[in-house]
């Protein structure tokens, strides 16, 4: 069984694999990730949560869903 971080942070940026995910328009690992309890609303080191990245480069389904988990 793998032990990688879900929650590892991006040195530079405070990124978690979640805002990479919702950047990239990945449904998929977002899934993946929060259904091994990956926070869902995590901030980087500017304040922005995985949906800002969603809207930001047009994932507009993902924005949605990671809205709906509040």
Not at 23 to 28: A, I, P, R, T, V
Not at 48 to 62: M, Q, R
């Amino acid at each position: 069984m793998a032990k990688a971080n879900i929650q590892a942070r991006n040195i530079n940026t405070g990124c978690v694999p979640l805002h990479d995910a919702a950047q990239h328009g990945n449904f998929e690992a977002i899934k993946e990730l929060l259904s091994h309890n990956a926070a869902h609303m995590p901030r980087s080191s500017f304040g922005e949560f995985p949906s800002d990245f969603a809207k930001e480069y047009g994932h507009k389904d993902i924005f949605e869903f990671l809205g709906k988990r509040i």
